[in-house]
């Protein structure tokens, strides 16, 4: 039997012609994207290397493209903490569980009481630096629902690193999972009260359809993601992406598995839009907030999207050549 043809490319499902919403940027993004960069660069003390890298993510203009109508200093915070998530992102790819936790306490803490909070750790000052401007003006139940979702978002990052320290690949229903709370996207979501100046009442925020349009977006952004950053992770021998999870539960194909993430990114804009039409009446006042809650969610799933070809983090600087072609060239092995 000859030797199965290990491929050299994939192709991306059509995301994009898949989503009809507008995409529109905030007028204050260039400004307040590259006094963030500065904050974020004063702050983390990178070296030539990451900041090199840094400065391809554009998190700015993701951010300007998911809260459009935000006022610049509410910008200014969301900008800040998109940068900063980035920013622990890379950092807690390094950590193994003990780390992940200590940061986890750190950040966490620094939340709980921003003004008094001390503390040495770079993460910790940063965390205190966008939190201790968001507390100004966010609301209690908006405040409340951040923190608790950068508590799953810790929690699930310690997951994913004992997974990554036992060369563990998780089934796909343990994967989904945790992949929805290190995706990152539930404190951003709070961000969308935050940037609109609203806060949702307990139990409209609790509710089932907005729960689940909240789950929809969420796992457009997460699984188009593991699409885009497919190839840089696959290069690493980095298998937290459902893909490899795919490929090695279901013995599907590279292509067979790219195509079936498309196929989950398509169903959840599908869901998105038939609970939108199921959201029930509160009040004029709730269903106005609701309306711009649910406006901010459909930002979040066509911002990112066109980000993610902008930016230099999955396709370096040719993200508008394979936004047309689609085609991705396999990246070799980092330790060949």
């Known amino acids: 039997m000859p030797a199965a043809v290990v491929p050299d490319h994939f192709i991306l499902p059509d995301l994009v012609s898949d989503c009809h919403y ?4 905030n007028a204050h993004c260039f400004k307040v994207a590259r006094a963030s960069e500065r ?3 004063d702050a983390a003390n990178h070296n030539a290397r990451k900041r090199r890298a840094f400065m391809g993510l554009k998190a700015g203009e993701l951010t300007a493209a998911c809260y459009p109508d935000a006022d610049a200093s509410h910008l200014q915070v969301c900008v800040d903490f998109m940068n900063y998530l980035f920013n622990l992102d890379d950092w807690l790819d390094e950590f193994d569980v003990g780390g992940t936790h200590g940061m986890h306490r750190c950040c966490i803490d620094a939340m709980h009481d921003p003004l008094n909070y001390q503390t040495e750790y770079r993460a910790g000052k940063m965390t205190k630096s966008f939190f201790g401007r968001f507390i100004q003006t966010g609301g209690p139940g908006c405040a409340k629902r951040f923190i608790h979702t950068m508590d799953l978002f810790f929690k699930a990052v310690a997951v994913q690193a004992a997974d990554r320290a ?3 690949i998780p089934d796909l229903e343990s994967y989904v999972t945790v992949r929805r709370d290190t995706s990152g996207c539930k404190p951003c979501f709070a961000l969308i009260e935050y940037a609109a100046r609203i806060d949702l009442p307990d139990h409209v925020a609790e509710h089932p359809i907005i ?7 969420n796992d457009l952004v997460t699984w188009s993601n593991d699409l885009f950053s497919y190839n840089v992770e696959q290069s690493r021998s980095d298998t937290h992406n459902m893909i490899p999870v795919i490929m090695h539960q279901s013995g599907l194909d590279l292509q067979q598995a790219v195509d079936f993430v498309g196929g989950l990114c398509k169903s959840s804009i599908q869901r998105f839009e038939t609970d939108r039409k199921n959201l029930p009446s509160w009040g004029k006042k709730i269903d106005r907030d609701v309306a711009i809650y649910v406006e901010g969610l459909q930002n979040w799933i066509v911002g990112s999207l066109h980000w993610s070809f902008d930016s230099e ?6 993200g508008q050549e394979i936004k047309k072609h689609r085609v991705i060239k396999l990246l070799p092995k980092a330790n060949q």
Do not use: D, Q
């Open 39 to 41: 904050w974020l660069l």
């Open 211 to 217: 729960r689940s349009m909240e789950e929809a977006t």
């Open 22 to 25: 507008p995409l529109r940027v």
């Open 166 to 168: 036992k060369g563990h």
């Open 313 to 318: 983090r999955y396709f370096g600087k040719i």
